[in-house]
C-alpha cells in the first residue's frame, strides 16, 4: 500500500518502545533497575529504563518491527495486547503458546503489521508476572489522508492504570504457586507508573495533565493492572466514550467507566469547568465474595493552566456496584449496523471459574479447607507444555506436546451459578485446544460459575476481535436468552468481562491461522489454569496460510 510505512525498533530489557515514520533501527534494553516508588526504593523489570514503557504510535497499514533484547535474569516474552498479527501468531508473544521465551542475553524481533486497525491498544510482558512493570501504550493512528471520526482533539494522552507491589512481583508469584493460596495483594493502584497524591510520599510524581480552558482532550485509559478491574472518572468532568479496544463505538457520555484488566476506553473530555486542579481517579471494581483486594485510590491531575488550587476528588462507585458497571457496558455499541455472524458452524459453551486441587505430599496447602486454588474452563486447569511451545509444536508435528480434545461443553452440567457439588469443584489438568476450521462461524457463551465464588473475569482471546451478542446474570438459558441477541449494533472487542454470577455470548469468524490463546486476564487466575487456545486450521492459498517461522524465532 503506498501510505503504508516501515517502522524498526529494538528493545533491551528493561522494556522500552517507540516508534517512527520512516525505516530506523534502534536498540532498546529490557532490564532490571531500580525505580523509587511508594517512598522505597524497589528493582523493577522495565524497557528501557521507563515504567511504564514508552509508548509505540503507528499508523494503520505500518508494519513495525521491535527487536528485543533480554538484559534482566527473567525470561521474557512480548504480547502486543489487541493486535490481529494475521497468518502471523510467531509475533504475538504469549510464553510457550507461541514461542519459547527469549532468554537472558538473548534477542528475538517482533514484526508485526497493522492492517485494518485504529484506536488505542497495549503491550506488555506475557511470561509469568512480569507485565506488572512491563508495558506500555500502543496508539494507533488513521491511515494518513483519513481523520477520526469526531473533531481532532486538541490534546491526547495515554493514561495507563496499574498495580503496584511493595516488593518484587515474581516473589509474590512464588510464595502464592508454593503455598497454594491467593497471592498478596498490591499496595497501590497507580495512573502511568505513580499512585498519586493520596500516598503522602508520591506526591512530587503525581502524574499531571495541563490544559487550556475550552480544549477538547482524547484520554486513552488502558487498564493495565494485573488483577483487577477498574473505575475511573475525573472529577466535575463527562467523559464521552468514542471507542474500546481500539474500535470505534456509538458515542455516549458518562460520569464513570469500568475497565477490565487488557481493556482499553478512549473518551473526550471538555475542559469546560472553573480553571482549577481537577483529580483523574481509579479504584477497585471488585466481586469475589469475601477476597480480598486493594482498595486504595490512584490519582492524576487533570490542572488548567496557571491553577494552583487543592484538587478535586470525584465521586467514585463503591467496590462491588454491579448495577453501575452493567448501565455502562450495555449502553457500548457499534456505531451502526455491523456483519454479525447469523449462522453458527461451531457453537461451544465454556464454563469458567475458580477451583481446588487436593494438597498433595509437602508443604501444608494454604488454600480453603487444605486445597490449593486452582482455575478452569469447562473443568480443565491449562498447563503451558515445557518442552516446546505449542505454536512450534504445531507447525513442526512435533508430538505429545498438546491434544484438541478440549470439550465444546462442559463435562457434566449443573448449576453453575448455584450451589455446586463439591465433586466438580476439582478439575483436570492438561493442554487440550479447540480445532476450528478457517472460515467458520464461532459461538462462544462464557458462563461464570459459583465455586468459591462467582466474579467478573476478563477474559482475552489473541488474534482476534469478536461481538458481543448478549450478557446477563444467572445461568444462560438458551431458549430464553438467544431470541435476544443483539445481531444488529453489538459492541467489538479482544476482552469481555463476562458479568459476575452471569454468562456473555461472542460471534466471530475464524479467519485468522495459527495457534491464538484465550485466558482470563487476571494473571492470578490465569497461573491457576484459566486458559485455554485455539488451533485455526489453514484456508485455501497463501493468504489464509500461516506464515513460515521467523529465523530468529526463541528456542527453548
Known sequence: MSNSRVLFLTLFLSLALT???EIHNYEFKVLEQAANRLCKNHRIVNVNGQFPGPTLDVRDGD???VKVTNACKFNVTIHWHGVRNLRNPW???PEMVTQCPIQTGGTYTYRITIQG???TLWWHAHSKWLRATVYGALIIRPKAGSSYPFPTPKVEFPVILGEWWDRRVISVLRQALFSGAAPNISDAITINGQPGDLFRCSTQGTTKLTVNQGDTVLLRVINAALNQQLFFSVANHKLTVVATDAVYTKQFTTNVIMLGPGQTTDVLLTADQQPGRYYMAARAYATAQNAPFDNT???AILQYKSATSQPILPQLPFYNDTNTVTVFSNQIKSPGEVSVPKKVDDSLFFAVGLGFFNCTPGPRCQGPNNTRFAASMNNVSFILPKKTSILQAYAQNIPNIYTTDFPP?????FDYTGNVPRGLWQPVKGTK???????????????????????DHPVHIHGYNFYIVGQGFGNFNPSRDTPNFNLVDPPKRNTIDVPVGGWAAIRFVADNPGIWFM?????????WGFATAFLVENGVGELETLLPPPFDLPQC
Not at 519 to 527: G, K, M
Open 63 to 65: 508494519t513495525v518491527a
Open 91 to 93: 509475533a504475538d508473544g
Open 19 to 21: 516508534t517512527f515514520a
Open 433 to 455: 485446544l479447540t480445532k476450528l476450521k478457517f472460515g467458520s462461524n464461532v459461538q462462544i457463551i462464557l458462563q461464570d460459575t459459583s465455586i468459591f465464588s462467582t466474579e
Open 117 to 119: 486497525q485504529e484506536g
Open 297 to 299: 485510590t490512584g490519582t
Open 409 to 413: 461443553v462442559p463435562p457434566v452440567q
Open 519 to 527: 485466558h482470563c486476564h487476571i494473571d492470578t487466575h490465569l497461573v
